[in-house]
């Protein structure tokens, strides 16, 4: 059975930078894709980003296009999602999720992880 944790979230200042990892195990990776979402309080869970199993294929909301880059390591079994020049609307609980197609829809995932706080304040 897959299960992921994502790791990486913390207190920062607006503009700062995160980095999330989700890390995989009872499974490989390999074949999925791998979709970041966040939910803020009193809204809905909302798409992120998405990587294609290889790596080849990533898709971002535009409000976070140009500022957060989703790459992956299947050696280590990793996805990243390195956020620049945060802001402090990008506040949620952010989850990685495994599934077969490259979407940021949520429903179409499976497995999902736990979450990680990311605050953005001064």
């Known amino acids: 059975q897959l299960q992921l944790v994502e790791s990486g979230g913390g207190l920062v200042q607006p503009g700062g930078s995160l980095r999330l990892s989700c890390s995989a195990s009872?499974?490989?990776?390999?074949?999925?894709?791998i979709g970041w979402f966040r939910q803020a309080p009193g809204k809905e869970r909302e798409g992120v980003s998405c990587i294609s199993s290889s790596g080849g294929s990533t898709k971002y909301s535009d409000s976070v296009k140009g500022r957060f880059t989703i790459s992956r390591d299947n050696a280590k079994n990793t996805v990243y999602l390195q956020m620049n020049s945060l802001k402090p609307e990008d506040t949620a609980v952010y989850y990685c999720?495994?599934?077969?197609?490259?979407?940021?829809?949520?429903?179409?995932?499976?497995?999902w992880g736990q979450g990680t706080q990311v605050t953005v304040s001064s």
């Open positions: 999720a495994a599934g077969m197609v490259v979407t940021t829809t949520p429903i179409f995932y499976g497995y």
């Open positions: 009872g499974s490989t990776l390999d074949y999925y894709a």
